[in-house]
C-alpha cells in the first residue's frame, strides 16, 4: 500500500485503509474500490491523502500501532460520553477501561515502539479522533520510558480525557475559522481546568490521570495555562501528554491551517522545547516518530522516486525503500534500498502532488488498478 494525494486518483484505485467519519462509522472501508465522485466528499470533509494498494506497492504494509477495532470502538465511547454529559451531566469512565486495556495490550503486542503511519481523519471528527491518538501516543511514550502497566493504564485515561472540558465551549468559537479574540482565547484556555472540574472526584481516574487533565497546556517556562507553574511544577504525565497533544493537533488539519507534515513538526517541536516542552521526554518522544511511514512516497537525493517499505528504531530517518523512478535517467525502476547502507543517498523529501501527476511509473500504475 502506499499514501497517494486526493488529487491524484481517477477511480478503481483500491481503498486500503479504513476511513472513520464524526460518527465513529466506516467513511470509506478498507478493499472497496474508489470512486470518481468521492473526490469532492473527501475534500470538503478536509482529507487529502488516503492509503490504496496496487501493483507499484505490493507488499508493503501500514500497519497501525492498535487494530481498527479497538481504534473505532474507543472513539465510538469518547463520542458517548460526551453526548452523555451534555444530556445529563453525568460521566461513565468505567466504559473506557476495557479500550483503555486493549489499547496497551495492542501496544505492548508490537515488538518494535514505531508511530508509523499517517491517521486518516476527517476535520469533523478532529476532536474524537485527537482524543484516542493522544492516549496511544502516551501510552506508546510512556512504554518507551519503560513505564509499568499500571502507570501505562494512567497515562492511556488522561490522554483519552484530557481535553473533555472543550465541550463546555461553544462551538463557534472551537470551530472558527479566523483568529480567534484574546476574549474568546481566554474561553478556550479554560477548557483544561474545566476539564478537571468534571472529573477531580471521580474515583476511578488517579491523581496522574487528572493531572494530565488539569495541567497539558502548562509551559516549562511557567508560562502555560491554567496554573502557570514551572517545570519542576509540573507531573511527568502532564508533560508526557503535552507533547503527545502537540504532535496530534499540528499533524491533523483543522478548520484554519492545512497539516504540517511529520517532520517539520518535529522540528517546530525541538524549537518549543526551550520554553514549552520538556526537552528530555521530547528526545525519547522523538526516537518513536517515523519522518517518513510506511507507504510514503519520497525523492531521494540521487534523484530517484522511492516508496518507503520498512522503518527502523536504530535510524528513524534511514528506512529501507523501494525505488521506482529514476528521473535522469527517466527509467522505471524496481530494486530495495536500505538507505541505513548507503551513505551517499537520503531522504530530500515528501512528494508534492504535482510530482505524482507528472511520473509515468506512478501513472501506470494508477491505470492498472
Known amino acids: ?47 487529502e491523502k488516503i492509503y490504496i494498494a496496487d501493483e507499484l506497492s505490493e507488499g508493503i504494509e501500514s500497519k497501525d500501532v492498535i487494530s481498527e477495532k479497538v481504534r473505532v470502538e474507543t472513539i465510538d465511547l469518547v463520542k458517548d460520553m ?19 486495556i486493549r489499547i496497551i495490550e495492542d501496544i505492548l503486542n508490537n515488538k518494535e515502539i514505531l508511530y508509523d503511519m499517517v ?31 499500571s502507570y501505562l493504564k494512567k497515562l492511556a485515561l488522561g490522554g483519552l480525557l484530557h481535553d473533555f472540558g472543550k465541550i463546555l465551549i461553544p462551538d463557534e468559537i472551537l470551530n472558527k475559522p479566523l483568529k480567534l479574540s484574546n476574549t474568546e482565547f481566554d474561553l478556550v484556555k479554560l477548557h483544561p481546568f474545566q476539564g478537571y472540574q468534571i472529573f477531580k472526584d471521580h474515583p476511578l481516574l488517579t491523581p ?14 511557567g508560562e502555560g495555562y491554567p496554573l502557570g507553574v514551572p517545570r519542576d511544577k509540573i507531573p511527568e504525565g502532564a508533560k508526557i501528554c503535552a507533547i503527545c497533544d502537540v504532535f496530534d493537533a499540528m499533524t491533523s488539519k483543522r478548520i484554519h491551517r492545512d497539516p504540517y507534515t511529520i517532520i517539520d513538526t518535529l522540528n517546530e517541536m525541538e524549537k518549543m522545547t526551550r520554553y514549552h516542552l520538556d526537552p528530555d521526554i521530547f528526545k525519547i518522544f522523538r526516537s518513536i516518530i517515523c519522518y517518513y511511514p510506511v507507504g510514503t512516497t519520497v525523492l531521494l537525493t ?3 522516486i522511492a516508496i518507503v517499505e520498512k522503518n527502523k528504531t536504530e535510524s528513524i530517518s534511514q528506512p529501507t525503500v523501494r525505488v521506482i523512478y529514476d528521473l535522469k535517467s527517466q527509467q522505471e525502476l524496481f530494486k530495495r534500498l536500505d538507505l541505513m547502507l548507503c551513505d551517499d543517498v537520503k531522504i530530500k523529501r515528501e512528494l508534492i502532488p ?5 511520473n509515468p511509473s506512478i501513472l501506470r500504475a494508477m491505470k492498472q488498478s
Open 1 to 47: 500500500m502506499r499514501l497517494v494525494p486526493i488529487e491524484c486518483l481517477n477511480g478503481g484505485e483500491i481503498i486500503a485503509k479504513t476511513i472513520i467519519d464524526e460518527t465513529g462509522s466506516r467513511l470509506l472501508s478498507r478493499n472497496t474500490s474508489f470512486k470518481p465522485y468521492y473526490k469532492q466528499k473527501l475534500v470538503e470533509r478536509g482529507i
Open 82 to 100: 460526551v453526548s452523555l454529559f451534555k444530556a445529563t451531566q453525568q460521566i461513565d469512565v468505567n466504559r473506557l477501561e476495557d479500550s483503555v
Open 119 to 149: 491517521d486518516i481523519k476527517t476535520k469533523d471528527n478532529y476532536t474524537y479522533c485527537h482524543c484516542v491518538n493522544v492516549s496511544v501516543l502516551c501510552v506508546m511514550l510512556g512504554r518507551k520510558m519503560g513505564a509499568n502497566r
Open 208 to 221: 496522574i490521570s487528572k493531572a494530565m487533565i488539569l495541567m497539558h497546556h502548562e509551559q516549562i517556562s
Open 302 to 304: 540521487d534523484e530517484t
Open 354 to 358: 504535482e510530482e505524482y501527476m507528472n
